[in-house]
């Protein structure tokens, strides 16, 4: 492999808190080691648009403490096709970038598993997503930061629902995975949650009601997980609460976007840190086309293969442990 001396960043698809932490640190770990680092802006699309500036040590001083990301992420639909990636390639060589690290969720690394495979550069990800959804990562960058914020909120939404005797279907964010709704219900004490990973034939609503109606509970609260796929989120489990049991006063909040924003918590900027040190130590070590994880406190190599194409399944434990101290 030739030798590295310019490396591009970029964040991409959803932004998670903690992005800022990992761009911080892939670029003072660069630095350290002597090379260029170049910041592209708006994920890929900036990479197609030539729209990329050098990042310095104090481009990304006073950082670390910010949510959101500095560089910007888009969802960019012409980096799908092999035109638009063609063109991101010319803006590789012309702001002769030698190694791409790509910072994003399931989206983002299946692009720089494309990229890589089309132009046969060295890509290294980092799993950026509140979602928690990659394979071969105990957590993603962000994760712990949307999980505390949901709970703060599923916090504030209990006082209300005790103070009318109501049902609560809150509804949070995760795509296809339940870890924010499975783990939020956890710590905030909640009734029940429904996740999309639980296959059972069993109707969750059902055995949540009836667990409910053996306690005579007035009030409840129940975490339900975006699904988007099935489109069966928080409101579709209201409209049969209404439906099949009248007698509850039924209400629905949809977190939605607050989850993404705010300060990262302590672990996930010192997770950013990490895996962003080891991103440019995996590239010294002649790595590509990985994802950076963490697994039992220890840094892992994920082949991007993996990471995106493996389903990261949800510990049974978790979903034990719910129903033990919901009873
Ligand atoms: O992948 C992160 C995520 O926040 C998902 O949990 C959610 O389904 C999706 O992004 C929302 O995307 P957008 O901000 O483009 O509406």
């Not at 928690?132 to 504030?156: Q, R």
């Amino acid at each position: 492999m030739a030798k590295i001396q310019t490396i591009g960043i970029l964040t991409s698809g959803g932004d998670a808190p903690g992005m800022n932490a990992a761009i911080r640190a892939v670029t003072r770990a660069a630095i350290y080691h002597g090379w260029k680092v170049m910041g592209i802006y708006r994920g890929f699309a900036g990479l197609i648009d030539g729209d990329i500036r050098q990042l310095t040590s104090s481009s990304v001083s006073n950082t670390i403490q910010r949510g959101g990301t500095i560089l910007k992420t888009a969802r960019s639909k012409e980096f799908m096709t092999p035109e638009g990636r063609q063109k991101a390639y010319e803006n590789f060589k012309k702001f002769e970038i030698d190694a791409l690290v790509v910072i994003g969720g399931n989206g983002s690394l299946s692009g720089a598993l494309q990229f890589a495979a089309d132009f046969d550069v060295p890509c290294i990800g980092l799993p950026g997503t509140i979602d928690n959804d990659l394979y071969g990562t105990d957590s993603t960058i962000g994760y712990d930061t949307a999980l505390n914020t949901i709970v703060d909120c599923v916090d504030k939404i209990r006082d209300t629902a005790n103070s009318h005797d109501r049902i609560f279907l809150i509804e949070v964010m995760g795509r296809d995975a339940g870890f924010l709704a499975q783990n939020s219900a956890i710590a905030s004490g909640a009734e029940a949650a429904i996740i999309p990973e639980d296959d059972s034939t069993v109707d969750q609503l059902a055995q949540y009601i009836g667990r409910g109606m053996r306690k005579s509970k007035n009030s409840s609260i129940v975490i339900v997980s975006e699904s988007p796929k099935e489109g069966k989120g928080a409101q579709y489990y209201a409209e049969r609460v209404e439906k099949e049991y009248p007698q509850f006063d039924v209400r629905v909040s949809i977190l939605g976007h607050l989850q993404r924003g705010g300060i990262p918590t302590a672990f996930d900027r010192i997770l950013a840190s990490r895996l962003g040190v080891a991103a440019i130590e995996a590239l010294v070590e002649g790595q590509r086309n990985v994802m950076i994880g963490i697994r039992d406190d220890k840094i892992v190599y994920v082949p991007f293969g993996r990471a995106i194409k493996w389903n990261k399944p949800i510990d049974r434990e978790l979903i034990d442990v719910l129903g033990v101290l919901s009873l």
